[in-house]
């Protein structure tokens, strides 16, 4: 009884627990001497039987695919970049399904492609989403448009879980999962964003947060783009031209690389060390040692093991207005490449390897040759 109790209190507890968004430095799947690719997931809005919005008679779903297949084509000719749609036809595939396909593919960066509707046709410009809580009326109205896909399925309140595509309060159950990447994803929809003004010269309408599903239930950065007004005659007409598409194609292929470009730049390659650098005391007598961060929260919990999937120890540090708490704590740092392993298996996929010296947390790069 007693252990279930505590399994309860864990669930509650974790439900509401959310990941601080930190960019991890060491990323294994950029090797210098063998490198992966960075996997793109691309994934056209909308299909099949469900049109998008038909701004000026226009489909929505059309455009987006051939923007989709036009980034994936540019991509395709950088060797460092591995190209992975959600579909390449004009069929109807489940937002469950496209956040399912980028999580099978391991993938580094996922970017559903839209078109944006507005019952003023004065309104026009390409903007970037990226998950979380409606800062506003209108980035509700825009969620809410796109999570309506999920009604053209027969099973969406199983998929789902009762999900409510026109209750607010229903977005904050979608923010708890995408929270780890926050910063990533705000990072890769910056990159979009900037490529659209100095790249096309298009209305800037920056970076915005709103509760969309299909962002939801992707494990990585994630971005959703809203390649232009349809509802605006000339925005609606360039983007259902060739120009239009191949050029917005262009300018989001550009952005990807660039992040990508970025990314690996902050990257240290731990299979480039030789040996292990020895940690000791230094002149302030000063400890260096690793530990592995799973989680942190505006929330204080208790560091027990139950409240972690039966990790332990665990260290809790206060970092403004979070919690961050810590798994293990080693000088090796081949030791605590295996606690990190460890934390996933229990599934904290999102745990990263940081340093400290004495009790401040510091880079990575301050500890390890590079």
């Not at 309408?205 to 599903?213: E, H, S």
């Amino acid at each position: 009884m007693l252990l279930k109790s505590r399994l309860k209190l864990f669930l509650a507890l974790f439900s509401s627990f959310t990941l601080l968004a930190e960019r991890p430095i060491i990323h294994s799947k950029f090797k210098r001497n063998n490198p992966k690719p960075f996997v793109v997931v691309l994934d056209a809005g909308h299909g099949g039987h469900d049109s998008g919005n038909r701004g000026n008679g226009y489909f929505e779903k059309n455009i987006a695919l051939n923007i989709a297949l036009g980034i994936g084509k540019i991509l395709h000719k950088n060797h460092g970049i591995k190209v992975i749609y959600t579909r390449k036809t004009d069929v109807f595939v489940k937002l469950v399904d496209r956040a399912k396909i980028a999580n099978e593919a391991d993938a580094d960066l996922f970017v559903s492609i839209h078109c944006d509707a507005f019952k003023s046709s004065a309104v026009f410009g390409a903007g970037t989403f990226v998950l979380g809580l409606h800062a506003n009326q209108r980035n509700f109205e825009v969620a809410k448009r796109e999570n309506s896909v999920i009604f053209y399925e027969e099973d969406y309140e199983k998929n789902y879980e009762g999900f409510d595509p026109n209750n607010p309060e229903s977005v904050i159950s979608l923010t708890l999962m995408q929270e780890a990447y926050s910063n990533q994803s705000i990072e890769a929809a910056d990159a979009i964003q900037k490529s659209f003004v100095s790249s096309l010269g298009r209305k800037n309408r920056t970076v915005k947060q709103a509760g969309f599903v299909v962002l939801k239930y992707t494990y990585m950065p994630s971005v959703l783009v809203e390649a232009g007004f349809l509802t605006n005659k000339k925005e609606g007409a360039y983007l259902n031209s060739k120009k239009g598409q191949n050029d917005m194609a262009k300018s989001i292929a550009k952005a990807i690389v660039n992040y990508k470009d970025d990314i690996e730049k902050s990257t240290i390659d731990v299979e480039t060390f030789n040996q292990e650098k020895k940690l000791t005391y230094n002149k302030n007598n000063q400890e260096i040692f690793f530990r592995v961060q799973i989680a942190a929260s505006k929330n204080s919990l208790d560091p027990n093991s139950y409240n972690f999937n039966g990790l332990e120890p665990i260290h809790k540090l206060k970092d403004g207005s979070y919690f961050k708490y810590y798994f293990s704590k080693s000088k090796s740092y081949k030791q605590i490449q295996k606690e990190k392993r460890k934390a996933k298996k229990k599934g904290f996929n999102s745990a990263f390897i940081v340093a400290f010296k004495g009790d401040k947390q510091i880079k990575l790069s301050e500890v390890l040759d590079k």
